[in-house]
């Protein structure tokens, strides 16, 4: 799916999310129903509080896209084609396909770049497609991971599919996933320790860069499970619910907030900034909390509360001021 912003920029660098527009606001499109030149007559819009599926007799053209939840079996490929036809449109994108997105795609590429970094990560190892002794390479990992439990996962994995977790004593019946044979796999150490109301949990942190520097302004909670993800049934929870039940301080918001930037920053190093990141974290308690990065996502919903603050659904205004400065340019 495609998010379209069909808006004025001006009053929305003004008015932070305020639109003035034909359409209602934001707007979904699959990419189904785009026309050749991109322009759409179909598509998701809110009225009265419910989504609804409309049409138009007159074709529509964004004046600014954001890609999201695309078909999992080619997501990067959708991403980078329609990515470079609209670069050709000179349409702002929000999320444009690069090698910095490219990044994200491969979890373990990723690791290795927040690793050399500095941003602090679970200890990660490959297991490739072409290995002959998968499981012997597993079992060395296993050895090495012995204490904490491990996650194994594809290498180009996308919202917890295909994630599986097995605890210490469990590893042998991790076989099947290791011998699949078709794509390579990513073993992660479990990293951490923090529970909310007995219950595992994943920070989603929306990183937005301004034109200028990154901020970690919104977010959201996914909480349930052993892989926490809404593939697996967990749910969206209030961020600053969270935060207010472990009581983290400020000097824990900042370590958060500045670690998620840091690793947007890593992987777009050598890249155009996308204006959107989602970055997934998961505290360890020590004397004080400390985040471990686990995810990064390049196609991010556009959901969140503002981190301490108002409960307002937003992704506040420096995600408006990059977008304003693409448009300016």
Not at 151 to 167: H, K, M, S, V
Not at 286 to 308: A, E, H
Request: hydrophobic share 35%; with cysteine; proline share 3%.
């Amino acid at each position: 799916m495609l998010l379209y912003f069909d808006c004025d920029i001006r009053e929305a660098r003004l008015n932070g999310v305020c639109f003035s527009s034909s359409l209602d606001n934001v707007i979904g499109v699959h990419t189904d129903s785009l026309n050749k030149d991109l322009s759409f007559n179909e598509y998701f819009s809110i009225q009265n509080e419910k989504m609804c599926y409309l049409s138009s007799k007159s074709p529509f053209l964004p004046a600014v896209v954001h890609f999201l939840h695309f078909r999992k079996a080619n997501e990067i490929e959708i991403h980078r084609r329609l990515s470079s036809r609209f670069h050709k449109l000179k349409i702002i994108m929000v999320n444009p396909y690069n090698s910095g997105t490219s990044n994200c795609d491969s979890k373990f590429r990723m690791y290795e770049i927040f690793k050399n970094s500095g941003i602090p990560v679970p200890d990660t190892r490959l297991i490739s497609r072409f290995n002959k002794r998968k499981m012997d390479s597993f079992n060395e990992i296993a050895e090495d991971f012995s204490e904490a439990g491990l996650y194994i996962q594809p290498d180009r994995g996308t919202e917890g599919e295909g994630c599986f977790f097995f605890e210490k004593g469990d590893y042998e019946k991790a076989a099947p996933f290791i011998n699949q044979g078709h794509e390579d796999l990513v073993v992660r150490r479990k990293a951490g320790n923090t529970l909310y109301k007995k219950e595992n949990f994943v920070f989603r942190i929306n990183v937005c860069f301004d034109g200028e520097k990154y901020h970690a302004d919104s977010g959201y909670c996914m909480v349930g499970g052993k892989v926490v993800s809404a593939e697996t049934g967990a749910r969206r929870v209030n961020i600053n619910e969270v935060i207010n039940y472990l009581d983290l301080a400020d000097e824990d918001l900042i370590r958060i907030k500045d670690t998620s930037c840091n690793a947007v920053r890593a992987v777009f190093q050598d890249e155009e900034p996308s204006l959107l990141a989602g970055v997934d974290v998961v505290l360890e308690k020590k004397l004080r909390y400390f985040p471990y990065i686990i995810d990064m996502n390049p196609r991010p919903v556009t959901v969140g509360s503002r981190i301490i603050g108002t409960n307002r659904i937003g992704l506040g205004e420096h995600f408006w001021q990059g977008v304003f400065n693409l448009w300016e340019k």
